[in-house]
């Protein structure tokens, strides 16, 4: 059998699991966390930033940080609902 992943995209947090022969094992960040918070930011210096280290900072920084990106995907990029995240 090949190798399988199974990726859950919340809106957040996420997380990964990888087949371990016949049981499904959860992939941990290095921390030992079993999910990331669903963060994506981008900072000052212009570094990207993802999970638990882009939502600590997203309060300083709302402006570079999106938070729930589940919403939107497979909508039109120039749809109502999109437009409305950028608010």
């Not at 190798?3 to 030992?32: C, Y």
């Not at 918070?37 to 900072?43: H, M």
């Not at 990106?69 to 909508?75: H, Q, V």
């Amino acid at each position: 059998m090949g190798k399988i992943i199974g990726i859950d995209l919340g809106t957040t947090n996420s997380s990964a699991a990888i087949m371990d022969g016949a049981q499904p094992r959860v992939i941990a960040t290095p921390e030992g966390q079993p999910s990331v918070p669903s963060v994506f930011a981008v900072d000052a210096d212009g570094k990207h930033l993802v999970g638990a280290q882009a939502a600590r900072q997203a309060e300083h920084n709302p402006g570079g940080t999106v938070q729930a990106t589940k919403r939107p995907i497979g909508r039109n990029f120039h749809s109502t609902s999109i437009d409305r995240t950028r608010e």
